[in-house]
């Protein structure tokens, strides 16, 4: 989305700034409007940016990617995250639990191990997900471009 002449991230359009002059300035352009967002307040695009911010942080969309294709358990799930912590992958982990995204199962044996899986509601972030690896993999010459006319322009 284009914005002001900048390109706009999605996760940007839910930053606190972006959200508050969305919802400040409605009288001055079609874009920040409340037609222009119907049946969405500014209360729901603040909860939508927490939301938003917790399920594309730095290790949610791999962790998810994981596991679309089969449960794993803790430490699969950390041999697929390069560089991880532990720390860092039970925090996200209990973030995506919490969020209703994956689901944790004890499994019953001599030592206790968890298995992690995606749950329905999780599942409906595949396409999504996969829209944005796609548009990745499509543009990534184009914005390989853009750098370096960027670069080029900062350097002179």
Same mark, same amino acid.
């Given at each position: 989305?284009?914005?002001?002449?900048?390109?706009?991230?999605?996760?940007?359009?839910?930053?606190?700034?972006?959200?508050?002059?969305?919802?400040?300035?409605a009288?001055?352009?079609?874009a920040?409007?409340?037609?222009?967002?119907?049946?969405?307040?500014?209360?729901?695009?603040?909860?939508?940016?927490?939301?938003?911010?917790?399920?594309?942080?730095?290790?949610?969309v791999?962790?998810?990617?994981?596991?679309?294709?089969?449960?794993?358990?803790?430490? @699969?799930?950390?041999?697929?995250?390069d $560089?991880? *912590?532990?720390?860092?992958?039970? %925090?996200? =982990?209990?973030?995506l639990?919490?969020?209703?995204?994956?689901?944790?199962?004890?499994?019953?044996?001599?030592?206790?191990?968890? @298995?992690y899986?995606?749950?329905?509601? $999780?599942? *409906?972030?595949?396409?999504?997900? %996969?829209? =944005?690896?796609?548009?990745?993999?499509?543009?990534?010459?184009?914005?390989?471009?853009?750098?370096?006319?960027?670069?080029?322009?900062?350097?002179?």
């Open positions: 989305m284009v914005y002001c002449g900048y390109l706009v991230s999605i996760r940007h359009l839910f930053s606190p700034r972006y959200t508050e002059v969305n919802c400040m300035s009288n001055n352009r079609q920040h409007s409340p037609e222009y967002y119907p049946g969405h307040s500014c209360e729901d695009k603040a909860s939508g940016r927490l939301l938003l911010d917790q399920i594309t942080d730095k290790w949610s791999s962790i998810l990617f994981a596991l679309c294709s089969k449960p794993l358990r803790f430490n @699969e799930i950390k041999r697929c995250m $560089g991880i *912590t532990q720390k860092s992958l039970t %925090q996200c =982990l209990r973030r639990e919490r969020n209703g995204i994956i689901a944790r199962r004890v499994i019953p044996s001599s030592q206790i191990a968890v @298995e899986s995606i749950t329905p509601l $999780g599942r *409906t972030l595949e396409a999504p997900f %996969q829209a =944005l690896f796609n548009w990745t993999i499509e543009y990534s010459s184009d914005v390989t471009l853009a750098q370096a006319a960027f670069d080029a322009r900062t350097t002179e």
